[in-house]
């Protein structure tokens, strides 16, 4: 087996740093313009994805369709209110035993 090891214990690059790299230097340090650019690809990926649809005709005005995930957002709500229940009785619970 020649050649020795890929890896070398003296200098190992992580993959975050490599990718924050990419970002900031993607436009010459113009982080603004580097996000624009995702934002730009990110919507346009979605546009073409298996859901979208494509209709023919005159558009009179623009209009957005959204499909929620009811379970999900009501366990999402659900979750908020019992982690906020919990946290403020015990901060009442500290601060009724603290006044006694």
């Known amino acids: 087996m ?3 090891s890929a ?3 003296a200098y190992t690059v992580k993959a975050q740093d490599v990718i924050g790299d ?3 230097w993607a ?7 580097t996000f624009d650019q995702i934002a730009q690809s990110l919507t346009n990926h979605m ?3 298996p859901q979208s649809t494509d209709h023919i005709g005159r558009v009179l ?6 499909r929620v995930d009811w ?7 659900a979750l908020l209110v019992a982690v906020s229940t919990h946290v403020l009785s015990r901060g009442r619970d500290e601060y009724i035993s603290a006044k006694e």
Do not use: C, F, Q, T
């Open 2 to 4: 020649g050649g020795g």
């Open 61 to 66: 005005r623009n209009e957005l369709y959204m």
């Open 7 to 9: 890896h070398n214990a």
């Open 47 to 49: 546009r073409s994805g």
């Open 27 to 33: 436009n010459n340090g113009d982080i603004l313009k």
């Open 22 to 24: 990419l970002v900031y």
């Open 71 to 77: 379970p999900w957002l009501a366990y999402s709500v």
